[in-house]
T-cell receptor, first 113, second 108 residues
Framework: DSGVTQTPKHLITATGQRVTLRCSPR?????VYWYQQSLDQGLQFLIQ???????AKGNILERFSAQQFPDLHSELNLSSLELGDSALYFC????????????FGQGTRLTVV | KNQVEQSPQSLIILEGKNCTLQ??????????LRWYKQDTGRGPVSLTI?????NTKSNGRYTATLDADTKQSSLHITASQLSDSASYIC???????FGKGTKLSVKP
């Protein structure tokens, strides 16, 4: 158990809908990263938050947004869902943003039908 | 452009054999390089993390090397076990730029 909790584990929704994925980082970790992993693809960096502030942005679509709350948990909002958004979404946390270890949650599997 | 390239894409070896996975990167600035193991459908788990000044790091049967001059890293697995079957991912930098991974299958 990495200490990073993601909910829900599985999510099935229809095209055009909006969903929210939740991530609770390890206790004490200030940095949260979100990744998308499509079938047989590598992990694609979406966005990073550090202590409530957006720190870095990757290939995140405009239909997607995220935030990190004062208690450091983070939410990834996906809207106007398309079939191609079906993927595993991972959250990772680390204490800082440099050489400290990053720990991954078990992911949320999103299926858009 | 920041990139992390891994080879081979997939590899099949017999249980008990050794293998070496490769990672080339063009990420700049460089802060660290990590190797992760990802079982199918699970989150990646860290194996090693190396900074610029380190050129080798071991974790049990896993040994990672880093050549910062040539921007290459390798992960050597010794005496492979069936449980080593997974994807091995090279990750570079503070923003965690991921390679696409090498899928390793260990057969009995």
């Amino acid at each position: 158990d990495s200490g990073v909790t993601q909910t829900p584990k599985h999510l099935i929704t229809a095209t055009g809908q909006r969903v929210t994925l939740r991530c609770s980082p390890r206790s004490g970790d200030l940095s949260v990263y979100w990744y998308q992993q499509s079938l047989d693809q590598g992990l694609q960096f979406l966005i990073q938050y550090y202590n409530g502030e957006e720190r870095a942005k990757g290939n995140i679509l405009e239909r997607f947004s995220a935030q990190q709350f004062p208690d450091l948990h983070s939410e990834l909002n996906l809207s106007s869902l398309e079939l191609g958004d079906s993927a595993l979404y991972f959250c990772a946390s680390s204490y800082r943003t440099d050489n400290t270890e990053a720990f991954f949650g078990q992911g949320t599997r999103l299926t858009v039908v | 452009k920041n990139q992390v390239e891994q080879s081979p894409q997939s590899l099949i070896i017999l249980e008990g054999k050794n293998c070496t996975l490769q990672c080339n990167y063009t990420v700049s600035p460089f802060s660290n390089l990590r190797w992760y193991k990802q079982d199918t459908g699970r989150g990646p788990v860290s194996l090693t993390i190396m900074t610029f000044s380190e050129n080798t790091k071991s974790n049990g049967r896993y040994t990672a090397t880093l050549d910062a001059d040539t921007k290459q890293s390798s992960l050597h697995i010794t005496a492979s076990q069936l449980s080593d079957s997974a994807s091995y991912i090279c990750v570079v930098g503070g923003n965690l730029i991921f390679g696409k991974g090498t899928k390793l299958s260990v057969k009995p």
